[in-house]
């Protein structure tokens, strides 16, 4: 690395950019990429914060030794041990054998586990402070945030918290580092897909930690993916703050599985009738063209979810099927659902349908029009039933 990367004067960024990889935990498509941020904060004692994905390792050694030198490290602090960010600990234990491993009584079974290292443990709880010279590093558990082992550490003296993934984007670090030099508008879709998908499903231990630190005075967040948040520390933790409270805005969000097309005219149609009540903000999505991924991010930003599927061989089409899994695991809560679908004989699609509305147990509407073969003029009678129940309770909601 030619560039140090300075956080301020003693502590430096020394994470690494992934262009190369298409699906983050082999699932969720990556079109910007993603960072993995480590950190080293140099003072009496050397501490790394957290490493990176194995795949750039050689570039992680290369940034940690422009900023090292010599000089060796004391203690590798793991607030989260995912492998994108456990990935190099092996290396550099091999490199640092004398350096001390600082994790919750959570993190070292999984050190164990994963890597196979038992030695140089420094265990710490709630509230304990490292004292690396000039610098105190002080822990917070921040369990299922979004793994059990996952801890923050805040650095007291400069207002530094390292907070894991809490706070995380996808989208690689181009050129900058900090909030204020990158283009946030370029990644605002990337850090709520993260928020959605990553961290979406533990709503509330989101909300405990956002009350555990609440009482910290924070100066930057240091995440383990994105930007350095340093201008817009109140935006990200209020976003966050109502991203956990599962707070939307008027809107709605349709999904269709269509094969040839009549289940897609259906869909179409809600969605005309909606806007023509004053629904402004419609995103119609084809489950089999768009990954679950941005789906879940706008199911995330508005409040009713219209779903639609045709009938596939006695069930649902399959791509309606993936979707309707995910948002079931994701307990995702706080939504108006409309569902509809097409068969041409026995049905299936809107049968699985109903059967996710029962579990997922979101306040439905009560028209759920399915076309026989093609749509007709019954059919889209009752399309525009269920577009005017679903605008007509956003409208009583967001008054
Ligand atoms: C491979 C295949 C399997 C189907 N399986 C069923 C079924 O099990 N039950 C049913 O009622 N219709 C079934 N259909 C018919 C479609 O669900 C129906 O024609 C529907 O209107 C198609 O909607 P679309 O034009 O949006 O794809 C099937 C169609 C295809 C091509």
């Not at 994790?103 to 265990?123: A, S, V």
């Not at 990158?182 to 533990?202: A, F, P, Q, T």
């Not at 596939?312 to 309707?324: A, K, V």
Request: hydrophobic content about 35%; charged content about 25%; glycine content about 8%.
């Amino acid at each position: 690395m030619h560039n140090k990367n300075n956080i301020t004067d003693k502590i430096f960024w020394v994470g690494t950019n992934d262009r190369k990889t298409h699906l983050f935990e082999n699932y969720w498509p990556l079109p910007k990429g993603v960072a993995y941020n480590s950190y080293i904060i140099m003072d009496e004692k050397v501490a790394i914060v957290d490493t990176v994905e194995r795949g750039t390792m050689e570039t992680y050694i290369d940034n940690i030794e422009s900023v090292l030198g010599d000089r060796k490290a004391d203690y590798l602090i793991i607030n989260h041990m995912e492998p994108d960010h456990s990935g190099s600990i092996r290396t550099l234990v091999e490199r640092y054998p004398e350096m001390k491993i600082v994790g919750n009584k959570k993190t070292f079974p999984m050190l164990e586990r994963f890597y196979g290292i038992k030695n140089n443990l420094l265990e710490v709880k709630e509230g304990d402070q490292l004292d690396l010279g000039l610098h105190k590093l002080n822990f917070y558990m921040v369990p299922m945030l979004h793994w059990p082992e996952t801890m923050v550490t805040f650095e007291s003296n400069n207002g530094i918290l390292f907070s894991g993934d809490a706070f995380g984007a996808f989208g690689t670090l181009d050129g900058g580092i900090f909030d204020d030099e990158l283009d946030l508008e370029y990644l605002e879709e990337e850090i709520s897909r993260y928020y959605s998908n990553i961290v979406g499903k533990y709503g509330r231990p989101t909300q405990n930690a956002l009350a555990k630190l609440s009482g910290l005075d924070l100066k930057m967040i240091c995440a383990t993916h994105g930007p350095i948040w340093r201008s817009h520390i109140d935006d990200i933790i209020a976003k966050y703050d109502k991203w956990s409270k599962y707070q939307t805005d008027e809107g709605c969000v349709i999904v269709y599985a269509s094969m040839y097309g009549n289940t897609e005219k259906m869909a179409d149609n809600i969605a005309r009738h909606l806007v023509k009540k004053g629904i402004k903000k419609v995103r119609i999505h084809d489950s089999s063209k768009t990954h679950p991924s941005y789906i879940i991010n706008d199911i995330f930003k508005y409040r009713g979810v219209i779903l639609g599927s045709c009938a596939y061989n006695g069930d649902i089409f399959p791509s309606m099927e993936t979707l309707i899994n995910e948002l079931e695991h994701m307990a995702i809560k706080d939504h108006v659902l409309g569902v509809f679908g097409s068969k041409s004989w026995g049905g299936g699609g809107l049968k699985r349908l109903n059967k996710f509305a029962e579990a997922i147990k979101w306040e439905t509407i009560e028209a759920t029009p399915e076309a026989l073969c093609a749509p007709h003029a019954e059919d889209f009678d009752q399309c525009e039933a269920l577009a005017e129940g679903m605008a007509n309770r956003l409208k009583d909601l967001y008054k």
